[in-house]
């Protein structure tokens, strides 16, 4: 069983930056993937970014903004949000994807607003 700690996020105004980080407590054997899906109010959840050894992957609407990162930790991900707008406020959780599972963090609630 996998756990991941998730910290980070906050309140910002549109056009400012924040950070949310995320931790497992162990790391699979084999190929996984970690990354980091949104669900806001009444929408479903989603995928923001997404990072394996082969591969980086972003939403069309963070491109450009948001930048995923592994930490020296192999099982750590962080998520650099910059320029964000009020349609990025969410609750965002960490994932982690193995060949048998798929794990997910307690959820971290990044708001944007004036």
């Known amino acids: 069983q996998v756990h991941l700690a998730q910290s980070g996020g906050g309140l910002v105004q549109p056009g400012g930056s924040l950070r949310v980080d995320c931790r497992a407590s162990?790391?699979?054997?084999?190929?996984?993937?970690m990354g980091w899906y949104r669900q806001a109010p009444g929408k479903q959840r989603e995928l923001v970014a997404a990072?394996?050894?082969?591969?980086?992957d972003y939403a069309d609407s963070v491109k450009g903004r948001f930048i995923i990162s592994r930490g020296n930790f192999q099982g750590s991900v962080h998520l650099q949000m910059n320029n964000l707008q009020p349609n990025d406020t969410a609750v965002y959780y960490c994932?982690?994807?193995?060949?048998?599972?798929?794990?997910w963090g307690q959820g971290t609630q990044v708001t944007v607003s004036s």
């Open positions: 994932a982690m994807k193995t060949l048998s599972a798929t794990y």
């Open positions: 162990t790391v699979p054997n084999g190929d996984f993937e």
């Open positions: 990072l394996s050894h082969k591969n980086t």
